[in-house]
Nanobody, 115 residues
Framework: QVHLVESGGGLVQPGGSLTLSCAAS????????MGWYRQAPGKQRELVAA???????NYSDSVKGRFTISRDNAKNTVYLQMNSLQPEDTAVYYC?????????WGQGTQVTVSS
């Protein structure tokens, strides 16, 4: 079992920045990939960014160049730095631990981009 807790969401103006954090209850970073997903009202949950055990990263086209995923192994924490936020980035953001046959999710943190 892996318990994930997200934090860092909130209300920000267009063009602003936020950093989300995801603290894992144990170190799984050398077992499987970690990812950030988001779900906007009325839409399906979508992958935003992911980081593999080998530190390779990938991003959705909609956030490439604006968002950065990173992790701190010593703190069992994954981050999502979000810059140049736009209203279309408004969603609940979820942290995911992908251990192959097992997937774990956090409870989500709300990000609202509005003036």
């Amino acid at each position: 079992q892996v318990h994930l807790v997200e934090s860092g969401g909130g209300l920000v103006q267009p063009g602003g920045s936020l950093t989300l954090s995801c603290a894992a209850s144990r170190n799984v970073f050398n077992i499987g990939a970690m990812g950030w997903y988001r779900q906007a009202p009325g839409k399906q949950r979508e992958l935003v960014a992911a980081i593999t055990t080998g530190d390779s990263t990938n991003y959705s086209d909609s956030v490439k160049g604006r968002f950065t995923i990173s992790r701190d192994n010593a703190k069992n924490t994954v981050y999502l730095q979000m810059n140049s936020l736009q209203p279309e980035d408004t969603a609940v953001y979820y942290c995911n631990s992908n251990l192959g046959a097992l997937q774990f999710w956090g409870q989500g943190t709300q990000v609202t981009v509005s003036s």
